[in-house]
């Protein structure tokens, strides 16, 4: 176990609806990262969260946003929803580190399905 | 930002020693090279991380040749467990963060 932990574990939406998912970091992490896993694809980097402020973006659009709080939790919000938002949404924590050796711990997943 | 190649699938029949390659030809000075497990359905689980030579734990063994051009990946007797997607990564540690870039991985099936 990792001690990161997401939820909801699944969720259905529509074409057009809002999500959000929510992320709990391993204790002692102040860096939060997250991944859209499409079925049968390695994890796609969203973003990364470092002290409440994004740190870093993938090639995403604006409608992907987040937040981190300063307890270190994380959201990630998708407004407009399409079907092609349909995968596994992935957080990881990690310790920032000078050296570079950061290792990023995954939480267990949110399956979103958008009809 | 370093790209990786592996292969994409793998057989190997229980008890046997696994080895999976990877090539990360553009590999930056002060990048890492870090091994995920995936099980279906599950977040990525940690393996194992080096920066060169050897590195070894309690489930694997990594190892890095002076170039640093590629990895391996060793998973000393395998069982039908440890059926999975290993995933190959080279961190790029571009303007202060840590862009994580996954590619298809390596799906292995251990056959009994």
């Known amino acids: 176990e990792t001690g990161v932990t997401q939820s909801p574990t699944h969720l259905i939406k529509t074409r057009g609806q809002q999500v959000t998912l929510r992320c709990s970091s391993q204790s002692g992490h102040n860096t939060v990262s997250w991944y859209q896993q499409a079925l049968g694809q390695g994890p796609q980097f969203i973003f990364q969260?470092?002290?409440?402020?994004?740190?870093g973006r993938g090639n995403f659009p604006p409608r992907f946003s987040g937040l981190q709080f300063p307890n270190y939790s994380s959201e990630l919000n998708v407004n407009a929803l399409e079907l092609d938002d349909s995968a596994l949404y992935l957080c990881?924590?990690?310790?920032?580190?000078?050296?570079?050796?950061?290792?990023?711990?995954f939480g267990p997943g949110t399956r979103l399905l958008v009809l | 930002l370093a790209k990786t190649t592996q292969p994409i699938s793998m057989d190997s029949y229980e008890g046997q020693e696994v080895n999976i390659t990877c090539s990360h030809n553009n590999i930056a000075t002060n990048d890492y090279i870090t091994w995920y497990q995936q099980f279906p359905s599950q977040g990525p689980r940690f393996i194992i991380q080096g920066y060169k030579t050897k590195v070894t734990n309690e489930v694997a063994s990594l190892f890095i040749p002076a170039d640093r051009k590629s990895s391996t990946l060793s998973l000393p007797r395998v069982s039908l467990s440890d059926t999975a997607v290993y995933y190959c990564?080279?961190?790029?540690?571009?303007?202060?963060?840590?862009?994580?870039?996954f590619g298809t991985g390596t799906k292995l099936q251990v056959i009994p």
């Open positions: 990881a924590s990690s310790l920032a580190a000078a050296d570079n050796q950061e290792t990023q711990y």
């Open positions: 969260y470092y002290r409440e402020e994004e740190n």
């Open positions: 990564l080279v961190g790029a540690n571009s303007g202060g963060y840590q862009k994580v870039t």
